[in-house]
């Protein structure tokens, strides 16, 4: 009986799959860069309006502890992903499950009118 081998990869498959995983931390980084602008932008709407905690209405409590929590994870995966340059999967998980929440409150919020969009009334 013969050993089995194992067949060696060609030069141009190696290119390419070289070339794949470039283009995949290129991506990374790019989702890395959303999420520090989307976190950033949570962080500082939702940090200023603490301030006025006792005149919002329970609907913007909500959506405010919401952003409070998401958006420092989100801005935090996203520096993370930068740091690592796409090496981790795990800051993209973070920082997609801190984003699940925060947009879906922000479309029922809007769909249900408790945050004012701008516009004819």
Known sequence: MQPSTQLEPTESTRKLEAA?????RIASVLIGFVMILLGAVLTLFALPA???WEALQASLKLTLVVWTISGPLILAS?????V???RSGLPVWIGSAALLPSGALMVIGVLTHF???AGPT
């Open 84 to 86: 690592s340059l796409g």
């Open 50 to 52: 603490l301030v006025e």
């Open 115 to 117: 945050i004012p969009c």
């Open 20 to 24: 794949r995983n470039i283009l995949l």
């Open 78 to 82: 996203g520096l993370w992903l930068l």
